[in-house]
T-cell receptor
Framework: GESVGLHLPTLSVQEGDNSIINCAYS??????FIWYKQESGKGPQFIID?????DKRQGQRVTVLLNKTVKHLSLQIAATQPGDSAVYFC??????????FGTGTRLQVTL | GAGVSQSPRYKVAKRGQDVALRCDPI?????LFWYQQALGQGPEFLTY????????KSGLPSDRFFAERPEGSVSTLKIQRTQQEDSAVYLC???????????????FGEGSRLTVL
């Protein structure tokens, strides 16, 4: 079936550096994308979303980029902090109300 | 609190036992979702409610899984005759709008971790 996946299972970055987490999706009907952060023992937490009529959206220290041509989504975190250490999931919806999640990327922030 | 509340947080069941997992969504939230998250994996959709109506149950893995939301607020996920492969974290999420996951952020609970021995 169609799915959302990630290129890298684990990303290690130094504190203060920028992080880029990538996601590839295969459902061409997807028109709404969300990034979630999940800390150990907790539920996923909304970070930022983007609709298919946009190619970039910025939040506080985070930016999401969407390339519909190659079905690619990325999350950029500026000045990565130890508190950013978590597993990050991209998720998408097409015509259904449910979200389809990818398998996740673990971000490790080193001091 | 003001968030999505799930109980129990941890449940250990013997194979063959029935379990019930409860979700208290944020007050007034119309849409409610159940997801199953296996260790090291992303959440997998189970079912979706809009108020008391179960609009999508395509993700329920077998007829041993049953969910309800009789009054459009609290929801219960029931698993009958549990099997070891049912071991996972069961996440509940809600959102205030009727468009479900398409219209904004889902607020997730911390999940119920089920271990079937």
């Amino acid at each position: 079936g169609e799915s959302v996946g990630l290129h890298l299972p684990t990303l290690s970055v130094q504190e203060g550096d920028n992080s880029i987490i990538n996601c590839a999706y295969s459902n061409s009907a997807s028109d709404y994308f969300i990034w979630y952060k999940q800390e150990s023992g907790k539920g996923p937490q909304f970070i930022i979303d983007i609709r298919s009529n946009m190619d970039k959206r910025q939040g506080q220290r985070v930016t999401v980029l969407l390339n519909k041509t190659v079905k690619h989504l990325s999350l950029q975190i500026a000045a990565t902090q130890p508190g950013d250490s978590a597993v990050y999931f991209c998720a998408e919806t097409g015509t259904a109300s449910k979200l389809t999640f990818g398998t996740g990327t673990r971000l490790q922030v080193t001091l | 609190g003001a968030g999505v509340s799930q109980s129990p947080r941890y449940k250990v069941a013997k194979r063959g036992q029935d379990v019930a997992l409860r979700c208290d969504p944020i007050s007034g939230h119309v849409s409610l979702f159940w997801y199953q998250q296996a260790l090291g994996q992303g959440p997998e959709f189970l079912t979706y409610f809009q108020n008391e109506a179960q609009l999508d149950k395509s993700g329920l893995p077998s007829d041993r899984f049953f969910a309800e939301r009789p009054e459009g607020s609290v929801s219960t996920l029931k698993i009958q005759r549990t099997q070891q492969e049912d071991s996972a974290v069961y996440l509940c999420a809600s959102t205030r709008t009727s468009g479900g996951g398409r219209t904004g952020e889902l607020f997730f609970g911390e999940g119920s971790r089920l271990t079937v021995l």
